[in-house]
């Protein structure tokens, strides 16, 4: 397999990977909020949630981080002067916080099976934008490289990181009114 073959299916499945942890949060803060419910309503939510959650997580999400790193590890093994560069070394930083995320990800998963909420819909909110914010420094540092421009990237990534949360906090005090 070439490395651009290689590279094409690392990327594919970041891609998947990415929207599997993006959606399965959504579905988190769905599910949270279908539990504040009535019966049967709550039920009913409830079971449907966990039906999308479990063939979403196990048949696109875990597969898809597997696969990137297979593709990764190969693409690595092509190339090992890779990990002689320092950007690299800034972007397995994030790939490790970003594997970190999936696993704090599954064990919140594994709660709301049981129907049992640990984050309110506003927390699964902000905890949601943190995958965004390893996707634009993961970004920035692969598309920069060894520019000095990334250092800039980052410091926009902090601003990018607190209009965020601004912008949580509005959504919040409009869906109260």
């Known amino acids: 397999m070439s490395y651009q073959t290689l590279k094409a299916l690392h990327i594919i499945f970041i891609i998947t990977w990415f929207s599997g942890l993006f959606y399965i949060i959504r579905l988190f803060i769905y599910h949270a ?4 419910k ?4 709550k039920s009913i939510l409830a079971n449907q949630f966990k039906i999308m959650q479990k063939r979403l997580w196990y048949g696109i999400t875990w597969p898809s981080a597997i696969l990137t790193l297979f593709f990764a590890s190969f693409l690595l093994y092509k190339n ?12 397995l930083l994030f790939v490790l916080a970003l594997y970190t995320y999936h696993f ?26 943190v995958a965004s914010i390893i996707l ?7 598309v920069l490289k060894n520019s000095i421009d990334w250092m800039w ?3 926009g990534l ?10 949580i906090k509005l959504y919040k005090k409009v869906r109260e009114k």
């Not at 090992?80 to 800034?90: E, R, S």
């Not at 634009?136 to 692969?142: C, E, G, K, M, T």
């Open 136 to 142: 634009v420094a993961v970004v920035f540092l692969v």
């Open 33 to 36: 909020e279908a539990l504040q």
């Open 153 to 155: 990237a980052i410091g």
């Open 80 to 91: 090992p002067a890779l990990l002689k560069q320092g950007w690299m070394h800034i972007k």
């Open 104 to 129: 704090f990800s599954h064990w919140i998963f594994q709660k709301m099976q049981k129907d049992t909420i640990i984050f309110s819909s506003n927390a699964l909110r902000i905890y949601n934008e």
């Open 158 to 167: 902090v601003c990018f990181g607190i209009l965020l949360m601004l912008g």
């Open 38 to 41: 009535q019966e049967p309503e």
